[in-house]
């Protein structure tokens, strides 16, 4: 049984994730903002939970702390949220940046000296296919995405000698709540994605992988941003999205 700690367990893949480890048998904390939700899940999975912020530092740090008075054996970094429009009128773009690069590089810096010493366990990195392409109208998201991909992948390297393991996953789009938050345009909202609880799953049986592009959108879409150079993804995707913008 793995002692395991979800950001954004309230909802999509950070919910579903706490399902399937919990399925497994290990032992969840579920971290969010909503505590309804939280309350719900946690009960259903007998687990525990934490109503945090992480866009604030202050919330963040504090959930740092607590961490480290308890064992953790899996941190999945997986709370973030995008935006959707013209650069200069994403308000809040410095609390998503907060939320999905602070907070990773607060929690997991936490949780790797206790991990560091015991000489197992995990961190896991929720990116994005974004993270592959400068992507117009979600600029800061998917630059966030990229920090969460550079970052899970040079601390792939840096942890291995200690018996740390780090899995990043880019997922494309998947059915959940993401869209909505991101202020995604409805005619986006139809395409199809992938579903969310295959993406947890598939997530969990490829834990072990440097990285994961789980669904069949984000191995297509994973792997044709990958293969393609920048300058044209990034102008394929202008092309697709300008009109949605209005
Ligand atoms: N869905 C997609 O198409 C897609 C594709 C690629 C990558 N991703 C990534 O997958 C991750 C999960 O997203 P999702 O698709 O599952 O979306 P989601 O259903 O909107 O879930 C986002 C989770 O993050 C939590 N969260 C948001 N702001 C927070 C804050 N300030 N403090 C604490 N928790 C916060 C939300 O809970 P509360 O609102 O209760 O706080 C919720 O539990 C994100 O990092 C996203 O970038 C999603």
Redesign the pocket.
């Known amino acids: 049984m793995a002692n395991v700690v979800i ?9 579903f994730l706490a399902r399937e480890f919990s399925r497994r048998g290990d032992k969840v904390l579920l ?4 505590e309804e ?2 309350r719900k899940i946690s009960k259903e999975i007998n687990g525990e939970y934490r109503v ?4 604030s530092e202050e919330e963040t740090k504090k959930l740092a702390d607590y961490l480290k008075t308890r064992r953790v054996d899996i941190l999945v970094n ?5 935006s959707f429009g013209f650069y200069e009128d994403q308000n809040d773009d410095l ?1 998503m940046i907060k ?2 690069t602070i907070a990773p590089t607060i929690l997991s810096q936490a949780v790797i000296p206790q991990m560091k010493e015991r000489r197992s366990g995990k961190i896991v990195f ?5 993270a592959f392409v400068p992507l117009p109208f979600m600029t800061t998201y998917a630059a966030t ?1 990229a920090f969460n991909l550079f970052q899970g992948r040079a601390l792939k390297c840096e942890l291995n000698q200690f018996g740390v393991g780090v899995v990043t996953v ?5 059915n ?4 909505g ?1 991101a202020r995604v345009p409805g005619s986006m909202t139809g395409l199809p ?1 992938d579903g ?1 609880e295959s993406v947890a799953k598939e997530i969990l049986e490829k834990i072990d992988q440097e990285i994961i592009l789980p669904g069949v959108w984000g191995k297509f879409l994973g792997t044709l941003t990958r293969l393609s150079p920048n300058l044209i993804s990034s102008r394929v995707a202008y092309r697709f999205l300008r009109p949605l913008v209005g």
């Not at 971290?31 to 909503?34: L, P, V």
């Not at 945090?52 to 866009?55: A, G, N, R, T």
């Not at 880019?170 to 998947?174: A, D, I, M, S, T």
């Open positions: 950001t954004g367990a309230s909802s999509g893949i950070g919910e971290i969010a903002r909503r939700k939280l945090v912020d992480l866009s997986n709370a973030g949220r995008g609390l939320l999905n929720i990116s994005s296919v974004c995405k880019c997922p494309g789009p998947v959940t709540e993401f869209g938050v994605r969310v």
